[in-house]
């Protein structure tokens, strides 16, 4: 079956860096995203990775390695809105998105 | 502001009565989705359409039912509301007919409780 994994949650503090871990199986590859829920609110797009490799955009950064079937998203000098969900999908050959539970990133002062 | 908008925010139904969430994009996307989110799991797709006038079934479609009659409009309904179809429901859009990622833009989300 197809499977996307994340942490459930995890805690850091403000100011610091955090890396957020996103291993999938899933039939076929077409590329990953990572989306930023905050509590009550839609999903939005944060970055997109279809080859190997680090996209940075700002504070955050996504890492991908398809050997692996790993991904991650760096979120650098972090800050109290940065508090949300992070949900991690991949795209599978059939153009299907297949979505992670979400990793829930808490920032203390 | 351009979006994607859902209708009601919110509504308690009773079990065995219908309900039709609606859903309404400005974009000019031609592909939408209609995904449901529960505690605990990913977000499941229920129903997509990739043009007006075609539908297809995602992964838990059981119990829903769509209709893409134009572009903008891709109303989802509940024909029988049972209790496990209390969930979050997100509508999405997206333009993928260009080539690169197909984003996602989501509306902001329907709560739908079934007692």
């Known amino acids: 079956g197809q499977n996307i994994d994340q942490p459930t949650e995890m805690t850091a503090t403000e100011g610091a860096i955090v890396q957020i871990n996103c291993t999938y199986q899933?039939?076929?590859?077409?590329?990953l995203f990572w989306y930023q829920q905050h509590a009550g609110e839609a999903p939005t797009f944060l970055s997109y990775n279809v080859l190997d490799g680090l996209e940075e955009k700002g504070r955050f950064s996504s890492f991908l390695s398809r050997s692996k079937g790993y991904s991650y998203l760096l979120l650098k000098e972090l800050q109290m809105k940065d508090s949300a969900s992070y949900l991690c999908?991949?795209?599978?050959?059939?153009?299907?998105?297949?979505w992670g539970a979400g990793t829930k990133l808490i920032i203390k002062p | 502001t351009a979006g994607i908008t859902q209708a009601p925010t919110s509504q308690i139904l009773a079990a065995g009565r219908s309900m039709t969430l609606r859903c309404t994009q400005d974009m000019r996307h031609n592909a939408m989705y209609w995904y449901r989110q529960d505690l605990g799991l990913g977000l499941r797709l229920i129903h997509y359409s990739n043009t007006a006038g075609t539908t297809g079934k995602g992964e838990v479609p059981d119990g829903y039912s769509v209709s893409r009659a134009n572009t903008d409009d891709f109303p989802l309904t509940l024909a029988s509301a049972v209790p496990s179809q209390t969930s979050v429901y997100f509508c999405?859009?997206?333009?993928?007919?260009?080539?690169?990622?197909?984003?996602?833009?989501f509306g902001a989300g329907s709560r739908l409780t079934v007692l």
């Open positions: 999405a859009s997206s333009d993928s007919s260009t080539s690169g990622a197909n984003v996602l833009t």
């Open positions: 899933t039939s076929g590859f077409n590329g």
């Open positions: 999908a991949v795209e599978d050959s059939n153009y299907q998105l297949i």
